[in-house]
């Protein structure tokens, strides 16, 4: 369980539910197996209750060989646009973590984030897919589709395990929705975002340039990555395990043969699967929205349990305001090691890039972060504005910002 704390400096205020809702975490099966980030945002929204939408399964996908690790056919959440948005499409890729080993990858095929038999039949539709302009000023009454998210290799993986019964189809999933989606319209699209959070941030990446491939040159076509910005870093006792989990994600679902060669013809497959490597080449203008401690990389790449022999960090991981100076010096490292990766892609313009310093993950399905009377702002600007501002070309959005204490507007995530 987490919840969401205000940060005024060096002080926290736990917000309680109601007003601006509840963000629920839900910790599955090993911090530094992938099985993470299990991000929603459930609760009231900021106006009014959110809109639920249905699931809709892609029926044509099992003959195309694009099924879920179990086996079970993909699917997506469709809320249709309408007046001036009716030919606007925003595709949001669903996160959820990596499965890189036949264990880990057998408990992902009984849950939501591995078959769709398992998948909420209704999802609430808010943040960056929010119907209410108040909520959503420049998106609310475009076409909003929420693929889920169900291969365990951020939509790039095409292998199996016959043996355990596993389908490693991320690849053909990505194809079977976008083929299905055109059909239904997306082809007449003037404008289009393909955007994701977490696993689906790194989705979004890499498969940026796919999407913009899809539509005339006259169409406007962007991308956004949400959390997606995984950094191979070391970890606190010395090792990689973050470029571990990925070289099991790599290997095993035969995602190699989907990275692009620009990266894989001079490094590493493995290497090429860490967004630092792929954003230089990526053609198509791209956001990056992160925050400069990403909770789930603290969580899982920098001081992962199986990396804290001590149990030093086991306060600190769970609850920044707990942190020792040593162990926020550490932190403010990995920020610069961040701000580092993005120098050379925040000198194009046609990129935009919002990087704030809380302690949170995935900003852009969350309500309360996305835009709410007291959401995170960089100067005076706000995660929604400052996307529709990139976005429709209204001003350039490069945002970094000052680092901890001294931003006041953060909604930092404690864990319990």
Same mark, same amino acid.
């Given at each position: ?240 395990? /973050?470029?571990? =989990?990925? &070289? ?5 679902? !035969? +995602?190699?043969?989907?990275?692009? #060669? *620009? ?64 162990? /926020?010096?550490? =932190?403010? &490292? ?5 701000? !580092? +990766?993005?120098?050379?892609?925040? #000198? *194009? ?68």
């Amino acid at each position: 369980m987490c919840k969401r704390s205000k940060s005024f400096g060096g002080m926290n205020f736990l917000s309680v539910f109601g007003f601006i809702g509840l963000v629920v975490l839900k910790l599955v099966q090993g911090m530094e197996n992938g099985n993470v980030s299990d991000m929603q945002y459930w609760g009231r929204g900021f106006y009014n209750r959110p809109l639920l939408v249905g699931l809709t399964l892609i029926n044509g996908a099992a003959a195309k060989g694009a099924v879920c690790l179990d086996g079970s056919l993909p699917g997506y959440h469709f809320h249709r646009g309408y007046g001036s948005g009716s030919n606007s499409w925003l595709i949001q890729l669903e996160g959820g973590g990596w499965c890189g080993n036949i264990r880990n990858c057998i408990y992902s095929k009984r849950s939501r984030h591995g078959s769709s038999l398992h998948m909420e039949k209704q999802i609430p539709f808010v943040g960056i897919l929010s119907n209410k302009a108040v909520e959503n000023p420049d998106f609310f009454n475009w076409n909003r589709i929420k693929v889920r998210y169900c291969d365990g290799a951020s939509f790039s993986g095409d292998s199996q395990h016959e043996a355990a019964g596993l389908y490693f189809r991320g690849q053909r999933i990505w194809h079977a929705a976008m083929e299905d989606l055109m059909s239904k319209g997306m082809r007449y699209a003037k404008q289009a975002l393909l955007s994701g959070c977490s696993a689906g941030g790194l989705a979004s990446i890499l498969h940026c340039d796919e999407f913009r491939e899809l539509f005339p040159r006259t169409t406007r076509v962007k991308c956004l990555s949400d959390a997606g910005l995984f950094l191979d870093t070391i970890d606190v006792s010395g090792r990689r395990s /973050l470029r571990n =989990l990925f &070289g099991g994600v790599v290997t095993l679902q !035969g +995602v190699k043969k989907n990275l692009p #060669r *620009s990266c894989t013809s001079r490094f590493n497959p493995i290497l090429c699967f860490f967004p630092q490597r792929l954003i230089a080449s990526v053609r198509t203008p791209l956001f990056l929205l992160n925050a400069a401690y990403d909770t789930w990389q603290i969580q899982a790449s920098l001081a992962p349990p199986s990396a804290d022999y001590r149990w030093n960090w086991n306060d600190c991981r769970k609850n920044y305001a707990r942190c020792s100076q040593p162990q /926020l010096k550490y =932190l403010q &490292g990995f920020r610069n090691q961040m701000l !580092g +990766v993005v120098r050379g892609f925040s #000198r *194009s313009h046609q990129n935009g890039l919002f990087i704030n310093s809380c302690f949170a993950h995935c900003q852009a399905e969350r309500q309360d972060t996305w835009f709410a009377h007291d959401s995170p702002h960089i100067g005076n600007r706000g995660i929604a504005q400052s996307v529709g501002n990139w976005f429709f070309d209204r001003v350039g959005v490069q945002a970094i910002g000052c680092p901890y204490p001294c931003d006041r507007t953060c909604h930092n995530l404690v864990f319990n």
